[in-house]
Nanobody, 123 residues
Framework: QVQLVESGGGLVQAGGSVRLSCAADRRTFSSLAMGWVRQAPGKERDFVAAINWSGDITEYAGSVKGRFTISRDNTTNTMYLQMNSLKPEDTAVYYC????????????????WGQGTQVTVSS
């Protein structure tokens, strides 16, 4: 079992920036592929970004490419999502997720989930 805890959400104005963190409680963090997923009010969860175990391969949803950056620090068991040029449509609960094996853009392939952190972007 892997415990994931997100932090860093909050209220930000459009055009602003926020950095989310996801802390894992497991020493084998470096063996896990990680991802960020978001769920806007009244909508299904959507893939945002993913990163492989070493951090040198990343993947992004088209809606965030060029604005968001996913990264990880295996020495501190932490993953990040730097969110720039935020838009009101980025408002959502953001979840971090982890899986054994290769990086994935498919939500059903993730084994472990955090509780989520709210990001609200005002216009």
């Amino acid at each position: 079992q892997v415990q994931l805890v997100e932090s860093g959400g909050g209220l930000v104005q459009a055009g602003g920036s926020v950095r989310l963190s996801c802390a894992a409680d497991r020493r084998t963090f470096s063996s896990l592929a990680m991802g960020w997923v978001r769920q806007a009010p009244g909508k299904e969860r959507d893939f945002v970004a993913a990163i492989n175990w070493s951090g040198d391969i990343t993947e992004y949803a088209g809606s965030v490419k060029g604005r968001f950056t996913i990264s990880r620090d295996n020495t501190t068991n932490t993953m990040y999502l730097q969110m720039n040029s935020l838009k009101p449509e980025d408002t959502a609960v953001y979840y971090c997720a982890a899986r054994q094996g290769v990086m994935s853009g498919e939500l059903y392939e993730y084994d472990y989930w955090g509780q989520g952190t709210q990001v609200t972007v005002s216009s």
